[in-house]
Nanobody, 122 residues
Framework: VQLQASGGGLVETGGSLRLSCAAS????????MGWSRQAPGTQRELVAG???????NYADSVKGRFAISRDNAKKTVLLQMNNLKPEDTAVYYC?????????????????WGQGTQVTVSS
């Protein structure tokens, strides 16, 4: 299983970006999915999460500005980021609990993407 994140880049304060995470591989089902971020010198933090049923949760710092969504048929998870601030600058990682078929068993594991850089200039 691979999670391929894309959509990062350089944007000015107040701008928008949309991150995309595409899952591929021997996937039976995608359960809870999310985006986390890590700025230099800080710990990785959860930014947004979405359950298989579409329930969402957000870090207080991004509520009202970020929106997470998913398309189960396309095996993608999106993060729409609006009104970006310099403190949003970080590497953003897609992650999720993905159920795979391993032999004759169904196994759920946590997977992480490679990260995409988001830089917001002041």
């Amino acid at each position: 299983v691979q999670l391929q994140a894309s959509g990062g880049g350089l944007v000015e304060t107040g701008g928008s970006l949309r991150l995309s995470c595409a899952a591929s591989g021997n996937i039976f089902s995608m359960h809870d999915m999310g985006w986390s971020r890590q700025a230099p010198g800080t710990q990785r933090e959860l930014v947004a999460g979405i359950t298989s049923g579409g329930n969402t949760n957000y870090a207080d710092s991004v509520k009202g500005r970020f929106a997470i969504s998913r398309d189960n048929a396309k095996k993608t998870v999106l993060l729409q980021m609006n009104n970006l601030k310099p403190e949003d600058t970080a590497v953003y990682y897609c992650n999720g609990d993905i159920e795979i078929i391993s032999g004759d068993q169904y196994v759920t594991r946590k997977y992480w993407g490679q990260g995409t850089q988001v830089t917001v200039s002041s």
